[in-house]
């Protein structure tokens, strides 16, 4: 099988903004938090006449549509995703999202080269270790990649999801 990192395109501009969120940066969490978070949380954000809202959102939460929920949901029972409704009340734009929450499985291949402060140089996955998982993130890196199974990267990219990048990610 073949796996994909996904990822919001770097390349959006004009993003939309998460209103007083707390904590700085990227936020990592595993299915062990699923009791700890709400099943359905309300956000406000900040927009222009410009923004717009990509179907993958990695900081500060790794976050998707629900159309990327659902295609998720559908292939990898693993997963755990809370409800996130994203709303601009001058603007009345609501959109739905959801925090994944995704576990680190150990699946690095030895052939995997690091950099001297740990980050990934070339990631390369054992495909033994990876099991039937469809969704995953990666122990041993510090990188939060959620990695995603050939059939799920095809799925998303036949319903035409905006801000959704696909890299290869090698096997061994």
């Given at each position: 099988?073949?796996?994909?990192?996904?990822e919001?395109?770097?390349?959006?501009?004009?993003k939309f903004v998460i209103q007083k969120f707390p904590g700085n940066g990227m936020m990592e969490y595993d299915t062990?938090?699923?009791?700890?978070?709400k099943d359905h949380t309300g956000l406000l954000t900040v927009e222009s006449d410009k923004s717009?809202?990509?179907?993958?959102?990695?900081?500060?939460?790794?976050m998707v549509s629900e159309t990327i929920r659902r295609v998720l949901e559908l292939h990898d029972d693993h997963i755990v995703c809370k409800e996130v409704t994203m709303a601009n009340l001058p603007k009345q734009?609501?959109?739905?999202y959801a925090v994944l929450l995704t576990d680190r499985i150990e699946c690095l291949h030895d052939s995997t080269e690091l950099y001297p402060d740990g980050?990934?140089?070339k990631l390369v996955l054992d495909r033994s270790k990876i099991g039937d998982r469809r969704v995953f993130r990666v122990k041993g890196i510090s990188a939060p990649y959620i990695i995603v199974s050939l059939d799920i990267a095809e799925?998303?990219?036949?319903?035409?999801?905006?801000?959704?990048k696909f890299s290869h990610v090698d096997c061994a």
């Open positions: 099988m073949e796996y994909y990192i996904m919001m395109d770097k390349r959006i501009q004009n062990s938090y699923a009791t700890k978070f717009s809202y990509p179907e993958v959102l990695e900081t500060p939460l790794y734009t609501i959109k739905h980050s990934v140089k799925s998303v990219l036949r319903r035409n999801c905006f801000g959704v």
